[in-house]
């Protein structure tokens, strides 16, 4: 009985000379310095604001990368604020005053 791994080698043994067609392309960008690599985003961020000193560029992306950290703190800092604000002591209700006769 074959084992589950011959299984998938052999149903994808056709394919095989696609992917390495594939990859040949790839490598092929890669040496010849294609736009498509990694320093694309460099690219991209200068294109969306290109005004933008490295500095700002260098700020942004620091943001942007602690967005997920900085929206669950606000939201903690949400959840303590609206928990502070509903323990406000309840305010004493009136009593009606009434003249005690005194100890004397």
């Not at 694309?40 to 005004?51: C, G, H, L, N």
């Not at 900085?70 to 509903?86: E, F, H």
């Amino acid at each position: 009985m074959k084992t589950l791994r011959e299984v998938l080698l052999e149903k994808h043994r056709r394919v095989e000379p696609k992917l390495d067609a594939i990859r040949e392309q790839v490598n092929a960008g890669l040496a010849a310095g294609n736009t498509d690599t990694p320093g694309r985003s460099k690219q991209m961020a200068r294109e969306w604001q290109p005004d933008a000193s490295a500095f700002q560029i260098g700020w942004r992306q620091l943001l942007w990368s602690l967005r997920w950290h900085l929206a669950g703190l606000s939201a903690a800092w949400l959840v303590v604020m609206a928990l502070s604000l509903d323990s406000t002591p309840a305010p004493a209700s009136r009593v009606a005053r009434q003249e005690a006769p005194s100890r004397r």
